[in-house]
């Protein structure tokens, strides 16, 4: 069932940025501190090898920026399929 205000294409652009936003999550979460550890390990910031600190650091500020990121681009969605809040 489709709605005539193009709901259709609102959650296509919803749905997109949730699966790139999540796919991000992932790599960093999992991968950058899991899979990757032994190969940023090689690096450091801080004095810490990246590995260690993508999985104690890293991965919450990414997470904060994906957040901003997500409100940002929302704001966007909105306003182009015209459903925000004004």
């Known amino acids: 069932m489709s709605n005539p205000k193009g709901g259709d294409a609102y959650w296509k652009?919803?749905?997109?940025?949730?699966?790139?936003?999540?796919?991000?999550?992932?790599?960093?979460?999992?991968?950058?501190?899991?899979?990757f550890v032994e190969q940023l390990n090689q690096f450091s910031i801080g004095g810490y090898p990246l590995g260690f600190w993508f999985a104690q650091q890293g991965s919450i500020y990414v997470f904060?920026?994906?957040?901003?990121?997500?409100?940002?681009?929302?704001?966007?969605?909105?306003?182009?399929?015209?459903?925000?809040?004004?």
Request: no cysteine.
């Open 13 to 35: 652009a919803t749905l997109g940025l949730l699966t790139k936003i999540m796919i991000v999550w992932f790599l960093v979460s999992y991968g950058a501190g899991i899979l």
């Open 64 to 86: 904060i920026v994906l957040i901003f990121y997500y409100a940002k681009k929302m704001g966007q969605i909105d306003r182009e399929h015209d459903v925000d809040e004004q």
